[in-house]
C-alpha cells in the first residue's frame, strides 16, 4: 500500500526556514511526478513546487526564489526547503505523488496527511 508521510513543519518566526520532509513507501515503482501543496486557512489548496522524475522543476509565484524542491539519490524522499518565510506562508503543506501527463503538468493520486507550518510576524 503506497503512503506518503510529511515531517518537519513547526512554528517560525518571518524570516525564518524550515525543511519539510516526505517519505513515500509502497511503491513498486517510482512516481514520475511529486509535490508539495499548501492549504492556507481559510482557503483553497495550491501547489508551491513540483519535480519530475527526470528532474524538471516549476514553483508558484509566490514561493520562486525562496522554496526548493529536492529528492535524494534513493528517490523514496521528496524535500522541501523554505527559506525567508512570511506570514502568508502559514498552512497544512501536503506531499503528493502521481504520474507526469505532459510538459509539467502531472496528476496526483497519493497524498500525505500533512504537516503544519506556523510564521509569525
Known amino acids: 500500500q503506497v503512503r506518503l508521510v510529511e515531517s518537519g513543519g513547526g512554528s517560525v518566526q518571518a524570516g525564518g526556514s524550515l525543511k519539510l520532509s516526505c517519505v513515500a513507501s509502497?511503491?513498486?515503482?517510482?512516481?514520475?511526478?511529486m509535490a508539495w501543496f499548501r492549504q492556507p486557512p481559510g482557503k483553497e489548496r495550491e501547489r508551491v513546487a513540483l519535480?519530475?522524475?527526470?528532474?524538471?522543476?516549476s514553483y508558484s509565484d509566490s514561493v520562486e526564489g525562496r522554496f526548493t524542491i529536492s529528492q535524494d539519490n534513493s528517490q523514496n524522499s521528496l524535500y522541501l526547503q523554505m527559506s525567508s518565510l512570511a506570514p502568508e506562508d502559514t498552512g497544512m503543506y501536503f506531499c503528493?505523488?502521481?504520474?507526469?501527463?505532459?510538459?509539467?503538468?502531472?496528476?496526483?493520486?497519493?497524498w500525505g496527511p500533512g504537516t503544519q507550518v506556523t510564521v509569525s510576524s
Open positions: 503528493a505523488a502521481g504520474r507526469n501527463i505532459v510538459g509539467l503538468n502531472c496528476a496526483f493520486d497519493n
Open positions: 509502497g511503491y513498486t515503482y517510482r512516481p514520475s511526478c
Open positions: 519535480r519530475t522524475a527526470d528532474g524538471r522543476k
